[in-house]
């Protein structure tokens, strides 16, 4: 993996640690690779072992810099994902991280423009938007991933709807 990952993966669990222990918000280091010292959007995900713990993201950016778009992000996966309770400090050590750092959404026609494995997408009708990022396990056909993005937004089935897609930089801690 080279620095930036590395440094992504780590700024991110140093994040979720220092919220977790209660010191609050972690403030960005003041020297970063340019990647991270640029504008960006990400997505922090959070495992226990396989088992999703949290995911939070933003599909542009919305701080300063990358780096404080992952530390953002990373704290709202530990805390702020409604599926699950905030992370506890016994689970500190067992966590594994991911950092997915997203390319332009770019328009679609349709879902055939889709590759599940080489692109996210995010469904869009009016306000509702649902996500899936690309690569996840058990998503094989465009069709399957524009579901299940619908469904996470609640939108029917019949309902017209705008497609995007975009590509990820995936950074990974293994256990």
Request: aromatic content about 6%; charged content about 20%.
């Amino acid at each position: 993996m080279d620095i930036p990952g590395q440094q992504a993966l780590a700024l991110a669990r140093q994040a979720v640690e220092h919220y977790v222990w209660g010191w609050g918000l972690l403030p960005p280091p003041p020297e970063s690779p340019p990647l991270l010292n640029e504008p960006g959007a990400a997505f922090v995900t959070l495992r226990l072992g396989q088992a999703l713990r949290g995911c939070i993201g933003t599909l542009g950016p919305t701080k300063p810099t990358l780096a404080h778009e992952i530390i953002t992000n990373a704290v709202a996966a530990a805390s702020s994902d409604p599926r699950f309770p905030p992370v506890g400090v016994k689970e500190l050590s067992a966590l594994l991280y991911e950092v997915d750092i997203l390319g332009a959404l770019e328009p679609i026609p349709n879902e055939g423009h889709l590759d599940p494995e080489q692109f996210g997408v995010v469904v869009q009708a009016g306000q509702r938007r649902g996500v899936l990022l690309p690569a996840i396990e058990g998503v094989t056909s465009p069709r399957q991933q524009v579901t299940i993005a619908r469904t996470k937004a609640a939108i029917r089935p019949d309902q017209a709807v705008n497609l995007y897609r975009f590509t990820v930089t995936r950074f990974r801690e293994m256990e």
